[in-house]
């Protein structure tokens, strides 16, 4: 399964954050849980929530529906380049 998500991720969500200079890495996918990292220009940004509950989340839920949730563990108080300042 963690295979499958990685590969959602990096042909879906990603090519769709990369105009903002974004980018989502799977962390884990643990107990029907998927934890991923956003970084670039996604780290720090204020729509960053947005894009995981009406993006990520969305694409990854309906593609699997047995996973239950999707949760950030990106520190987005640090980072080198947020899009939002």
Do not use: W
Not at 3 to 22: C, D, F
Not at 27 to 51: E, H, I, K, P
């Amino acid at each position: 399964m963690r295979r499958k998500i990685k590969k959602l991720i990096e042909t879906t969500v990603n090519p769709a954050v990369a105009s903002h200079g974004g980018k989502i890495h799977l962390v884990d996918f643990l107990n029907d849980t998927v934890y991923v990292r956003m970084s670039g220009g996604c780290q720090g940004c204020a729509a960053s929530q947005a894009t995981l509950r009406n993006g990520i989340r969305r694409l990854i839920v309906e593609e699997y529906p047995q996973v239950q949730d999707v949760i950030d563990v990106t520190d987005h108080s640090m980072g080198e380049n947020p899009y939002y300042s």
